[in-house]
């Protein structure tokens, strides 16, 4: 027997797409392993790395990475403002904080900056969780960490408003060659 779910379905105010992924054929993928480099945001040390491989979109995992400040948001809902899913004011946690796992994408905004989408859940020492999406330009390196960046040169990442969510996302292209 299946039992409801106890979280809400949401109902954005868009059309839906017909089809809600796109499956992009990768080529020339490559994997670096990179240093978070201690006293700098994660964004920084992301950015400068990525930007001199002259990738526009990746995907990276972090191996280990401890952090001395992170801001973050958490989503809450509500089927009556628009969009439906919204972040929290930003929430800052100042003790030392090791990272358990993160979700990242590495893509551009319309003027051609990177924009790093994270998600993570970190631990601090007295075993408090934090976790949501990161605001990557005020999560401080409180060491050096070990990340493995997956580069997909052949696609485009750009933040554009969805048309079903009425949010910014990543919306994918295939890259010129």
């Known amino acids: 027997m299946i039992t409801p779910s106890a979280v ?3 109902k954005h105010p868009g059309p839906v797409a017909p089809t809600r992924r796109d499956v992009m054929v990768g080529e020339n993928q490559k994997t670096y392993r ?3 480099r201690a006293g700098e945001s994660l964004y920084d040390s992301v950015a400068s790395t990525i930007s001199c491989t002259g990738a526009t979109a990746a995907s990276l995992h972090i191996g ?3 952090f001395s400040h992170i801001r ?3 989503i809450v809902s509500d089927p009556n ?4 899913a919204n972040y929290t004011t930003p929430l800052d ?5 090791t990272l358990v796992n993160a979700g990242i994408t590495i893509g551009t905004t319309d003027q051609g900056r990177y924009a790093i989408h994270c ?3 970190a631990v601090a020492d007295s075993g408090l969780l934090v976790g949501g999406h990161f605001l990557t330009e005020h999560c401080i390196l409180a060491e050096d960490g070990v990340a493995y960046m997956h580069t997909m040169s052949y696609m485009n990442l750009v933040i554009g408003i969805d048309p079903e969510i009425r949010t910014p996302v990543f919306q994918p292209s295939y890259r010129e060659a």
Request: proline share 12%; glycine share 4%; charged share 10%.
């Open 81 to 84: 403002v628009e969009p439906v």
């Open 8 to 10: 809400p379905l949401l």
């Open 119 to 121: 998600h993570g859940l």
């Open 34 to 36: 990179i240093t978070l």
């Open 93 to 97: 946690f100042h003790e030392p904080a």
């Open 72 to 74: 973050y948001f958490l």
């Open 64 to 66: 280990r990475a401890t």
